[in-house]
Nanobody
Framework: QVQLVEFGGGSVQAGGSLRLSCVPS????????RGWFRQAPGKEREGVAV???????TYADSVKGRFTISQDYDKNILYLQMNSLKPEDTAMYYC????????????????????WGQGTQVTVSS
């Protein structure tokens, strides 16, 4: 059974840091398109950071220079290191993966992804 489970959300003050982890079961990330999305109340789900099929990365403009996506290939865990957090980063964060090929032109589209975690809440207070 394919499953993604996220860990590491929480509440922090502005300027703080959090690291999210995503652990898959039933498959290995391999060359899957995989990454992190977020959704704030009343807003659409948006791509935050993605590792594309051939290993390139794409970041939302709003998180460039503050967030870093990475993967431990031995442990098959996907991470999102979030630094210099801002109140506008407050959202439910989701891990997602897809066996479909993706490039930087497509990787930020939620509709591409068939596998989703349950989400982990990140709250940043000012």
């Amino acid at each position: 059974q394919v499953q993604l489970v996220e860990f590491g959300g929480g509440s922090v003050q502005a300027g703080g840091s959090l690291r999210l982890s995503c652990v898959p079961s039933g498959f290995t990330f391999g060359s899957y398109c995989r990454g992190w999305f977020r959704q704030a109340p009343g807003k659409e789900r948006e791509g935050v950071a993605v590792i594309e099929s051939y290993g390139g990365t794409t970041y939302a403009d709003s998180v460039k220079g503050r967030f870093t996506i990475s993967q431990d290939y031995d442990k098959n865990i996907l991470y999102l290191q979030m630094n210099s957090l801002k109140p506008e980063d407050t959202a439910m964060y989701y891990c997602a993966a897809s066996p479909t090929y993706c490039s930087n032109r497509s990787s930020s589209r939620p509709s591409l992804y068939g596998y989703w975690g349950q989400g982990t809440q990140v709250t940043v207070s000012s």
